[in-house]
């Protein structure tokens, strides 16, 4: 049983930033990816940033260039630094590990 716990949310006005942090508990299996994805409300989930377990790392187009996902094995936590922020980056961000969830932390940004 792994579980996920997100934090670092927060408000933030356009063009912060800001650090989500994801600390996983229990068995983790360092070759498999891990992953961010966010929700709006009325939304679908979207895919925002992959960490894979070689340590390639795969973005969506609207994120790629401001966001930087990143894993610390040592202490079983994911982070994404979220550079520039755009109020349409508003959203719940979820962390994902195969067929786990975290909670969610919200981050709004004000134009």
């Known amino acids: 049983q792994v579980q996920l716990m997100e934090s670092g949310g927060g408000l933030v006005q356009a063009g912060g930033s800001l650090r989500l942090s994801c600390r996983a508990s229990?068995?983790?299996?360092?070759?498999?990816?891990v992953y961010w994805y966010r929700q709006v409300p009325g939304r679908q989930r979207e895919f925002v940033a992959q960490?894979?377990?070689?340590?390639?790392?795969n973005y969506a187009d609207s994120v790629r260039g401001r966001f930087t996902i990143s894993r610390d094995r040592a202490r079983n936590t994911v982070f994404l630094q979220m550079n520039t922020l755009k109020p349409e980056d508003t959203a719940i961000y979820y962390c994902?590990?195969?067929?786990?969830w975290g909670q969610g932390t919200q981050v709004t940004v004000s134009s």
């Open positions: 994902h590990y195969r067929a786990y």
């Open positions: 229990g068995t983790i299996i360092e070759i498999s990816p």
């Open positions: 960490a894979t377990g070689g340590g390639n790392t």
